[in-house]
């Protein structure tokens, strides 16, 4: 197995090798990339946090119009230090710098081992590999790191508990959003438990000598509830809002929080989750860091009864989160067709 790092180290590509090839080109999909970056939600996370019954009640209405509207939104005025961040970014690289023996440690394993490091999704069924290296870290219930580089632990230890807080936190006001109890969601999913369940994802996309004939990652949705990301300086991530992409440009320091499937599942359809994608570019390594936020793994997750109106009826099937993580990542990642499955036509 190689890295798309090491292929690019090897020196002189001047192209990109065929099995890369998967046009990301509007027409492909039928969508519009929108040109000029479109203002997108945006979330004080401090008025959430505010004793004024007011300000909350204010940031929740906008919180609650990001999730139906768009499934996506950016958090500023977070608590999470930037000097946090800037160390997380950095050891994930120092990480991708390891040399590839290193690294190989934690390549070939399973969804379930607690390091698993890689290329592309699922190399063995997609149809093209994508222009991807990844690290994915299962840190909670349990906490797992790879033993390198020396300071990697420390720092994503410390990054996951302030993602975990800063998750909850934004479930409160989601599920007042939905005219549930502040702690409906994360009592009912146990988000605030030792056995909540948390996945750490990071995406090293090389620079690509074609990077329209490649993709860093296609249209898909996550698989949590809520997903919180940060990336480097550079730009690549694009959002499906109304069918078109949207290209996202953060404010510094800002955070990108998305909805997953278990989410629209939970929400029996009222919340969905947001299609999106990563395109990669011909300039320089973008990283991105995402932590998947969902409940413990045996939590078979089905609509809120209190979300499933008479006249519409359960939309979903209940499936174990466990399963449902399994189901994903046995095939290529194409759009919403995992959560397809659990569909019930009504
Ligand atoms: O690189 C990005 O901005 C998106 C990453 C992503 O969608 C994922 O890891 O699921
Ligand atoms: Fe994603």
Request: glycine content about 6%; some cysteine.
């Amino acid at each position: 197995m190689f890295f798309v790092k090491e292929l690019v180290e090897s020196g002189c590509l001047t192209s990109v090798p065929s099995k890369y090839i998967l046009k990301n080109t509007d027409s492909d999909d039928h969508c519009i990339l929108v040109k000029e970056p479109e203002p997108i939600p945006t979330i004080d996370f401090s008025l959430l946090t505010s004793p004024d019954p007011h300000q909350r009640s204010k940031i929740v209405t906008e919180l609650g119009n990001a999730c139906l509207e768009w499934g996506f939104f950016m958090v500023i005025n977070h608590e999470v230090p930037k000097t946090l961040r800037d160390e997380m970014i950095r050891e994930t690289e120092s990480f991708f710098d390891l040399r590839g023996e290193e690294k190989r440690q934690y390549t070939g394993k399973k969804l379930f081992d607690p390091i698993r490091c890689g290329t592309s999704f699922n190399p063995m069924v997609d149809k093209a590999l994508l222009w991807r290296d990844y690290l994915k870290v299962h840190v909670h219930p349990h906490f797992n790191a790879p033993n390198k580089p020396s300071g990697f632990s420390k720092i994503l230890q410390e990054y996951c508990k302030k993602t975990r807080e800063m998750a909850s936190e934004l479930l409160k006001g989601i599920s007042e959003s939905l005219g549930l109890e502040q702690s409906y969601i994360n009592e009912k999913m146990a988000v605030e438990s030792s056995y909540s369940h948390q996945l750490f994802v990071a995406n090293m996309y090389p620079p690509c000598p074609q990077p329209e004939l490649s993709m860093g990652l296609p249209p898909h949705s996550d698989h949590g509830l809520l997903t919180i990301l940060m990336q480097n300086e550079l730009v690549g991530l694009q959002v499906m809002h109304n069918g078109k992409w949207i290209p996202i440009n953060p404010l510094p320091n800002s955070f990108l929080v998305n909805t997953g499937d278990h989410m629209e599942i939970l929400t029996n359809g009222k919340y969905k989750s947001v299609v999106h994608r990563a395109v990669v570019n011909n300039k320089a390594t973008r990283i991105s860091i995402g932590t998947a936020h969902g409940p413990p793994l045996d939590t078979v997750v089905s609509p809120a009864p209190e979300l499933v109106a008479d006249h519409v009826g359960q939309a979903y099937l209940g499936i174990k989160y466990r399963e449902y993580l399994e189901l994903q990542q046995s095939k290529t990642l194409n759009g919403k067709s995992c959560l397809d499955h659990l569909r019930l036509s009504i």
